[in-house]
């Protein structure tokens, strides 16, 4: 593989690989939502300290429904980001002009769960090497397709 080969096949990866890295911020996000949802709705503690009883809220519930409302607006906001993004990539893939590229690169990349080449190779009733290889050089075909940076 000659350099610039390994440098598309990079790009690509890099590329591809951003909607794993997009999902797992949605996720972070979508936990907070749900923490500040359940500070919000959920019961206050109350300190029984011998002569005196204190109700010890971390924020107000007017602090705490703003932060709700930005942090749905951003959860949202990058929800509706990373659709963008796989519909993008869904497209390119799908223009690639191999079957077994298409399919590769969309088990690897796409799916919510990213496949291991291995597992790719044995749904597909091929070598893992052969698997392997074909990855690469679908990676590469589809840096030079869509002209990624390397």
Known sequence: ???????????AQRYLGQIAYMRKDVARIALQVEKIRHDVT?????????????????NTFEEQMVRLDEITEAYAEK?????EAIKLREDQIRNMP???HRE??????LRYRKKSLERIADEMHMSHDWVRHLHTEALVEFAKIYNLDT
Do not use: C, F, W
């Open 79 to 83: 929800l509706a980001e990373m659709h």
């Open 104 to 109: 590769i690169l969309t088990e690897r990349y």
């Open 42 to 58: 959920g019961l206050r503690a109350i300190v029984y300290d011998k002569d005196r009883v204190q109700v010890s809220p971390v």
């Open 1 to 11: 593989m000659t350099n610039e080969e390994v440098a598309l096949r990079n790009a």
């Open 98 to 100: 191999k079957a077994s």
